[in-house]
């Protein structure tokens, strides 16, 4: 794992869902282990217990660090805004964006991505480490 900041997490807090991470997935797990098991047992597994770690933090973590395929960020206002801009709707409420992203199951991380890019073409967001 790198101690930059990918996606907003610091080297500590990537670290921290991580050890939480193996912990709950009974401590005999390796970083190839993780691999093994699904996104949502590793979403849960990095939740529980965890102060000042929350939904958020959990998925840019599987984004960004274990690189998953299938993850959807719908309390993330930047991909919501994203949504919305490319497909020309309403800004959708993170209920509303769980039921549009299904049709892209599995690959919802690859449309988050998309949306993060749309925000930042189309309403003038600020680059990050995930647009730049």
Known sequence: MSDDRPAGLAGPAA??????MVTALGGEITPEGLLAVSTEDLRTAGLSGNKGIGRWSAEMFLLFQ???LDVWPTGDLVVRKGFALAW???????????ALGEPYHPYRSVVAWYCWRA???YAGAKASAVTS
Not at 88 to 98: G, R
């Open 119 to 121: 925000a930042q073409l």
């Open 88 to 98: 020309d709707i309403p800004t959708p409420t993170p209920k509303q964006l769980d």
């Open 66 to 68: 274990l690189r998953r």
């Open 15 to 20: 670290r921290a869902i991580y050890g939480r």
